[in-house]
Nanobody, 126 residues
């Protein structure tokens, strides 16, 4: 069973950048669908970005153009590079994955990903 541990969150001034990391363990490789979600107080969980096993990305509407998702298969690590951050990006960011899937399921809740990390907090100060 895959275990996911996020890191890289913190406080940043508006307009700044952060790179989040998610290390997957309990698996021999990361040749499966993975993604990032965020959840802010009073708001529903939102899909930020996802990456299929073949490297095809999916981005949420609210972040497209400001974030980039990538993966280092040698390190079993998923990244989320976030730029031009604003206060609206303040949230707990979660990594999710599912070794049974090669692609995310676009019309499924949480893109069909069933395994989750505990999250890393991002706070953007105006």
């Amino acid at each position: 069973q895959v275990e996911l541990v996020e890191s890289g969150g913190g406080s940043v001034a508006a307009g700044g950048s952060l790179r989040l990391s998610c290390v997957a363990s309990g698996v021999t490789d990361t040749d499966f669908a993975m993604g990032w979600f965020r959840e802010a107080p009073g708001r529903e969980r939102e899909g930020v970005a996802a990456l299929d096993a073949d490297g095809d990305p999916t981005y949420g509407d609210s972040v497209e153009g400001r974030v980039s998702i990538s993966k280092d298969n040698a390190k079993n690590t998923l990244y989320l590079q976030m730029n031009s951050l604003g206060p609206e990006d303040t949230a707990m960011y979660y990594c999710a994955a599912d070794p049974r899937l090669k692609t995310v399921i676009d019309d499924s809740p949480d893109w069909g990903l069933d395994y989750w990390g505990k999250g890393t907090l991002v706070t953007v100060c105006s």
